[in-house]
């Protein structure tokens, strides 16, 4: 059973009529083969086209994948037709499209790095949020980004793009990419002057309408490096996007724009030398505090709003004063931050008690242990009272 491949002849056929030949049920729902069909199957790194089918009568169907099994493209519905019924398959056009930018753009982006560092795409995703591409070797980021300049050139001059079936005889004297080692209908799609490469996917017909190119990230893959990217519509969301937050922080740094950077390195400086006299104030207070305890106590349960090294401050000068058991509780968005210490006590034992009745969590050493509470302070003091 083989399925004449429309969208094999024209990328842009938006909906085809058909005739259903098989229809078959499958885990979820159902499956159905047609004469012909417009719908992409799921390959080379692709998703399978999502739309709908419209039968002569009775409600349109929807597809929610595409694939393809030996000659057959099929395509997965919640709902079976007979076989024989005359429909209209229609594609998902604003997905197709899409995924037809994404992935031109990909080869145009393999085609470069191949070309100016000889490196090969060794893997490639095109999901519905990103496209990436695995590379055989190393690169540096600017390396990344003198293909991205490129690329985009690349979609400044519109070139055409073509996709064909040499013949065989015209196919062994052909270079091209691919990581398949393919002998016959081998479908190859090129981009003059930037790439060219075995393809089975639907493309734009010129570099233009692939739109903006924009590399997003880099990282260590396998021996070479993963590039995330993004195209066309989904680029211009992203830069968008990020051009609202860049305002937004350069507006909170009162720096402009192309110095927030260095603004936000600057204000991190700051903040952590904030934070380092914070430490120290609160541990200069927690011993402060500790000096209002009384000395050579049995033991003691205090409340304070200090930071964590601020509790183990107050708790370590409490043991220094002879306070056999010190119990430090500190409010923290609806629940309070512990520190329990003692000199010649296992805690361990004392804090599962604890921690059970209060509805906390938390453990350490048997000198000390620390975790934190949900329940109240007046929870906590009864608690104290009546533990041992």
Not at 196 to 209: L, Q
Not at 239 to 263: F, P
Not at 278 to 293: D, Q
């Amino acid at each position: 059973m083989m399925t004449e491949r429309v969208y094999d002849l024209d990328s842009y056929i938006r909906s085809v009529e058909a005739t259903v030949l098989a229809c078959e049920e499958r885990k979820g729902g159902w499956r159905i083969a047609l004469d012909r069909t417009c719908f992409f199957p799921e390959g080379g790194g692709q998703f399978g086209d999502v739309g709908s089918l419209y039968p002569a009568e009775g409600e349109p169907l929807s597809v929610t994948d595409t694939q393809e099994v030996e000659d057959t493209i099929w395509h997965h519905t919640d709902r079976p037709l007979p076989v024989g019924t005359r429909v209209r398959g229609e594609i998902d056009w604003e997905v197709r499209f899409s995924r037809m930018q994404c992935h031109t753009g990909e080869h145009i982006v393999s085609g470069l790095f191949h070309t100016l560092y000889g490196l090969e795409n060794v893997g490639f995703h095109l999901g519905d949020e990103e496209v990436t591409i695995d590379l055989s070797g190393p690169v540096t980021w600017a390396d990344v980004q003198e293909v991205e300049r490129r690329a985009n050139r690349a979609v400044a001059e519109n070139v055409s793009m073509v996709c064909a079936y040499p013949a065989p005889e015209e196919l062994e004297h052909l270079e091209y990419r691919s990581k398949l080692d393919l002998k016959e209908h081998v479908r190859i799609v090129t981009i003059s002057g930037y790439d060219r490469c075995a393809c089975c996917a639907p493309h734009v017909g010129r570099t233009g309408e692939v739109g903006l190119i924009h590399l997003l990230s880099m990282q260590n893959w396998k021996g070479g490096v993963r590039l995330r990217m993004l195209c066309g519509s989904r680029a211009v969301e992203d830069v968008m996007r990020k051009q609202e937050s860049i305002t937004a922080i350069s507006n909170l740094l009162s720096a402009k724009q192309e110095d927030v950077a260095e603004a936000a390195r600057r204000m991190s400086g700051e903040l952590e030398q904030t934070k380092l006299r914070a430490a120290r104030l609160g541990r200069a207070l927690a011993c402060a505090k500790a000096e209002l305890l009384p000395r050579e106590t049995e033991r003691v349960l205090v409340f304070e709003e200090l930071d964590t090294d601020g509790l183990r401050a107050l708790v370590n000068a409490a043991l220094e004063r002879g306070i056999g058991l010190c119990a430090a509780f500190a409010p923290e968005e609806g629940r309070f931050r512990y520190i329990l210490g003692s000199a010649g006590r296992d805690l361990r034992p004392l804090v599962r008690e604890m921690n059970a009745a209060l509805e906390g969590r938390g453990g350490g050493s048997a000198g000390m242990v620390q975790g934190s509470v949900t329940a109240g302070r007046a929870a906590i003091e009864a608690w104290w009272d009546k533990c041992e």
